[in-house]
């Protein structure tokens, strides 16, 4: 009896994105998308609309742009577009975060960049495709004890705290980070997260 293959039953839109994703993590997988564009029968906007959703748009100008003669031009532009956006974005992000860990330094505060921050500061952490990987805001983790400085050096750089409809104690005693955000004179938004934990207190442990 053979197993069973969730390939055979998603649309071919999602087939794509799969095969786009795989090709980041093994890249013998690329070799597929061309004989898979030649088959046709895909709505390009049904496709965005998932690569978008799982921030895959950039990775998708990559791997198809090798084959204009199966992706329209105009598809090949709007994936262009949103490749270099994310590239300025990230771009813009790491000068901010940098300057921001070089304040903190002057300060003493111990500061650990996560999640994605990790992947603008070290070569390697996300292979040689970190410039594809789509950043909405910094995540950083400090001593809990440090909070307060660390708020007045964003406050200094014209961040005002996002608390999101709930109030600040609730954030500080019940939560695990603060958010601020500032814009930029270039109407560029940055959010920053400032952890001091990785997530809420719990009367059990997640892992046990």
Known sequence: ?????????????AKLTLLIARSLVTPSYANKIEGFLAEGHLNWESFNQLAAYHELTPSAHIFLKSFPRLVSSDEL??????????????????????????????????????????????????????????????????????CLKSEGILESLGYKKELHGAKEEYWRNKGYHLGFVRQAQNKQFYIVEVHWDLDYKRSRPLLS
């Not at 053979?2 to 839109?13: G, L, M, N, Q, Y």
């Not at 921050?117 to 594809?132: I, S």
């Open 77 to 146: 532009r709007l994936l262009e577009r949103y490749y270099y956006s994310n590239l300025l974005h990230l771009n813009l992000l790491q000068q901010e975060l940098l300057k921001i860990l070089d304040l903190f330094k002057k300060e003493n505060i111990m500061v650990l960049p996560l999640k994605g921050a990790q992947f603008l500061l070290e070569e390697g952490v996300y292979g040689d495709l970190a410039y594809l990987r789509p950043m909405c805001d910094i995540d950083i983790l400090i001593k809990k004890r440090d």
């Open 1 to 13: 009896m053979e197993a069973w293959s969730p390939w055979e039953t998603i649309s071919p839109e």
